[in-house]
């Protein structure tokens, strides 16, 4: 009577390593496939703000949120309310970042990193209750220089910008080269060209307004639109080259133009590639 053969420990070990060395293969794929779906969903939440942006511009003359209060910074109060809500409004978040650090009562939910969403804000910071009642949140930021100021031409604002800088607009020449809006770690930006990246690339938050829009969410790059309505991919680095005001100096001391070398950037950025 024949005894049925099964399996030496040898020839386990060699399925066993088998599998392993296909999974090894496979996993990067996997996760470049993940990644591509993460970037197309973000950029697709941006379009989607390009078009209720332009909306608001149809009934404004073709102007942009002017701000709310003496500081101007809270443009999101002049949304409707389904838009301000983060509830009702699920364009607010990158599929990487859907976790605000506080609650609406401000306590922390989660520890700062590059992958939580700012909020939950429910009245402005004078304390102003000015917002929907669900709170706003999100994961992007609004190139705040785009804001139709009413201040004196000469007034200087954020980072002593002269209102005259200001664009007021998004229709305007050269407008595919004018962040609209970005992924970022507040909801106002107001970036300059000689601001360096965070330093260490979770500490963001404690950066200047470059440091908090230049986040490594996807790997080297991540979702802009820009002010013709367009939205696409961009390289960390190539933020610089943008003309976030009229007199941003897009050939900085951070580009290529302006002679930027590997040794001027912090080490977590260093890999990706220069503009």
Not at 2 to 22: C, H, P
């Amino acid at each position: 009577m024949d005894k049925r053969k099964g399996f030496t420990l040898i020839e386990l070990l060699v399925v066993i390593a088998i599998i392993a060395l296909l999974l090894s293969i496979l996993m990067p794929a996997l996760r470049k496939v993940k990644e591509q779906a993460n970037m197309v969903g973000c950029l697709a939440n941006l379009k989607q703000w390009n078009l209720i942006f332009s909306f608001y511009l149809n009934d404004n003359n073709g102007k942009f949120f002017p701000g709310f209060g003496s500081n101007s910074y809270w443009w999101i109060a002049q949304l409707e309310e389904r838009y301000q809500s983060y509830v009702k409004n699920k364009l607010w978040f990158c599929p990487k970042a859907t976790r605000p650090i506080f609650d609406k009562y401000h306590n922390p939910e989660q520890r700062f990193n590059i992958f939580s969403a700012w909020g939950i804000y429910t009245r402005d910071f004078s304390g102003n209750s000015n917002l929907c009642d669900d709170g706003i949140a999100g994961s992007y930021g609004l190139n705040s220089y785009l804001l139709d100021n009413k201040s004196p031409p000469s007034h200087t604002f954020e980072n002593g910008i002269l209102v005259a800088n200001f664009w007021k607009t998004p229709q305007v020449r050269s407008a595919d080269n004018i962040p609209l809006m970005s992924e970022a770690l507040r909801f106002d930006l107001w970036p300059q060209e000689h601001e360096p990246p965070a330093e260490y690339e979770f500490a963001a938050w404690s950066a200047n307004h470059m440091g908090r829009t230049c986040i490594n969410r996807h790997v080297g790059f991540e979702s802009v639109s820009f002010c013709d309505f367009s939205a696409r991919k961009v390289g960390l680095k190539e933020l610089w080259t943008f003309k976030w005001h009229k007199n941003f100096n897009t050939a900085g001391p951070y580009t290529l133009a302006g002679g930027v070398q590997s040794s001027n950037w912090p080490e977590w950025i260093r890999p990706f590639r220069d503009y």
